[in-house]
């Protein structure tokens, strides 16, 4: 299938989407607490099949899910992609055990995931994660020759903390060895010595800090191998990043939308507001933004389901122009509509504080410019001859 086309059955499924997302999961987000998580609206996602699709779909599909969610009712949005980010290491790189003890309660909204990379000095930075796993004993050191760690460190601006059922974390296992000596655990939120405290942000989902005081862990709670951790989040992100650009899509064309009925039947110096040269040009300007985000998204999810190469660099792009094109088209909304958009309950103050966090988290957009060029360096590289001089 072409990147940019849709088959019809995928315009109907996006249709279907919409309207669930505004008759079902609507009012259950609006009886939510902001700043906390909504178990409700996580078990009608449930109900509804759409966690199941979370990991049954390919990036294309999860793309679409989110950008209808997203067009209609961002809290359900939300919900539904943190519940994925949480589990899909679960999903992709756990043992049998792991998959069945927790992928049904996923799927089914009745566990909440959680995704803890960041910290309060490893943001941006992800390799440079301070949390440690330290080693209890040597390799076969106890009779079953088992790896046994404690988790001794915070981490910061987790989303779903610190309410989540369990946490997808990362921690450095090898002192000194940047990306190569970090692995990733599944630490159910009951397991001794976690503790977190939520944070008061911005953005209305539940979002919070975590302290790990000599958690226990073992290698049944290893995520893929020992010191391979950082490959597991990079492979999430590089999932992940697109669809939060299908996120950026949705608001984006909830805003445009607005903005076309709200410019043409707003009368102003006699006349609708759209016969202005200077608003229709700015209308304009907002669809063409949004039109080329979302094909950015799409060729990036389509790349990713075909196994492409140079999926990280896709990922990348379509993130940043979809979370910055997002801003722009959310903000010049809030401009044509002027004072009413600033009104609290108005659609538009409500995307613009959802807005604003995309081009931070999964890599802020400076990070996303940091590896397009990184790859677009690895590719000259390559066709240079060179890859293995310089890698």
């Known amino acids: ?155 910061c601006w987790i989303s779903n903390a610190p309410e989540a059922d369990f946490y997808t974390v990362f921690a450095r296992t090898t002192p000194d060895t940047g990306a190569r000596g970090v692995t990733a655990f599944l630490v159910p939120a009951d397991r001794p010595g976690v503790t977190g405290t939520p944070l008061d942000m911005l953005s209305p989902h ?32 590089n999932l992940f990043r697109p669809s939060v650009g299908a996120f950026a899509v949705g608001m984006a064309q909830a805003a445009l939308d607005a903005t076309l009925r709200h410019t043409a039947g707003r009368e102003a110096f006699g006349g609708k507001l759209s016969d202005l040269q200077t608003v229709a040009h700015q209308v304009a300007e907002m669809a063409l933004r949004a039109e080329a985000a979302r094909l950015m998204v799409y060729a990036a999810a389509a790349a990713y389901d075909e196994g492409a190469p140079d999926v990280p660099k896709r990922a990348a792009m379509a993130k940043l122009l979809a979370t910055e094109t997002a801003q722009y088209v959310v ?37 996303q410019r940091a590896v397009i060029a990184k790859e677009l360096y690895r590719e000259e590289r390559r066709a240079a001859g060179v890859e293995g001089e310089h890698a």
């Open 331 to 367: 903000d010049t909304a809030v401009q044509l509509h002027g004072a009413r958009a600033l009104r609290r309950g108005h659609l538009l103050e409500h995307l613009y504080r959802e807005v604003r966090a995309p081009r931070i988290y999964e890599g802020a957009s400076e990070v």
């Open 206 to 237: 539940p979002i919070g800090a975590l302290v790990f005081d000599a958690v226990p862990v073992s290698a049944d709670d290893v995520l893929g191998e020992p010191d391979r951790g950082f490959r597991v989040a990079m492979n999430t992100l």
């Open 1 to 155: 299938m072409p990147a940019f086309s849709l088959d019809p059955a995928h315009d109907a499924w996006c249709a279907e989407l919409r309207a669930l997302a505004a008759d079902r999961l609507r009012p259950l987000a609006e009886k939510g607490e902001p700043g906390h998580v909504n178990r409700p609206l996580v078990a009608e996602l449930g109900q509804l099949g759409l966690l199941k699709r979370l990991f049954t779909s390919g990036a294309l599909e999860l793309c679409l899910m989110r950008e209808s969610l997203a067009y209609a009712c961002t809290e359900a949005e939300t919900a539904l992609a943190l519940q994925g980010l949480g589990a899909h290491p679960i999903h992709a790189n756990g043992t049998a055990a792991q998959r069945d003890r927790w992928l049904p309660r996923v799927t089914e909204g009745t566990a909440v995931a959680a995704f803890a990379l960041s910290e309060p000095g490893a943001g941006s930075d992800a390799a440079a994660l301070a949390l440690r796993a330290d080693a209890e004993a040597p390799v076969g050191a106890e009779p079953d020759g088992a790896h046994r760690w404690r988790l001794t460190g915070e981490k």
